[in-house]
């Protein structure tokens, strides 16, 4: 009995103290790779697509539309304007665990064929952000696609990147 007593106490404290972190830490026990010390730190990134202006040469009754994604996640889209007021309040909110992950927007219009498969692009942006990114009415310039004319388009954006808390 007493040549266990001491060792195996410290030895279940030890499992015990690694078996708590492991559990806290949200892995699964098949994860190749990572260490059970590790960790992963949770972000939101969110983006809401507000207004664009600039697009004079486009008849003011065409539908337009955003796309917003966080590179490899999902894309989220904007409800439709008319390109005469091309004014939204879209918010998109992208879980991450990337710490400078790139965000994509581009700008569509609709294609009134009946037969047409794809919708123009307009514009589009990308941009890397970080954890102290935080932008509110920002006016940015998209960078144009091959069908618009020679006008500049910019986006009034609110882009925000913030670390989720676990509760």
């Known amino acids: 009995h007493n040549r266990h007593g001491s060792s195996s106490g410290s030895s279940s404290l030890l499992y015990s103290s690694n078996k708590s972190l492991h559990n806290e830490s949200n892995f699964k026990e098949n994860d190749a790779g990572l260490s059970k010390l590790a960790f992963v730190l949770n972000f939101n990134v969110n983006i809401t697509c507000k207004e664009v202006r600039g697009l004079k040469s486009?008849?003011?009754?065409?539908?337009?539309?955003?796309?917003?994604?966080?590179?490899?996640?999902?894309?989220?889209?904007?409800?439709?304007?008319?390109?005469?007021?091309?004014?939204?309040?879209?918010?998109?909110?992208?879980?991450?665990?990337?710490?400078?992950?790139?965000?994509?927007?581009?700008?569509?219009?609709?294609?009134?064929?009946?037969?047409?498969?794809?919708?123009?692009?307009?514009?589009?942006?990308?941009?890397?952000?970080?954890?102290?990114?935080?932008?509110?009415?920002?006016?940015?310039?998209m960078i144009k696609c091959k069908y618009t004319s020679n006008e500049q388009f910019k986006f009034k954006l609110d882009v925000r990147m913030e670390k989720t808390t676990k509760s």
């Open 58 to 141: 486009i008849p003011t009754n065409r539908i337009v539309y955003c796309t917003m994604e966080v590179e490899g996640g999902e894309k989220y889209r904007t409800e439709h304007a008319e390109a005469g007021k091309p004014v939204w309040e879209s918010l998109a909110e992208f879980p991450r665990n990337q710490i400078l992950p790139i965000v994509k927007v581009k700008l569509f219009m609709e294609n009134p064929g009946l037969l047409s498969l794809h919708d123009n692009k307009l514009g589009k942006l990308s941009l890397q952000i970080d954890p102290t990114f935080n932008k509110t009415n920002w006016w940015i310039d």
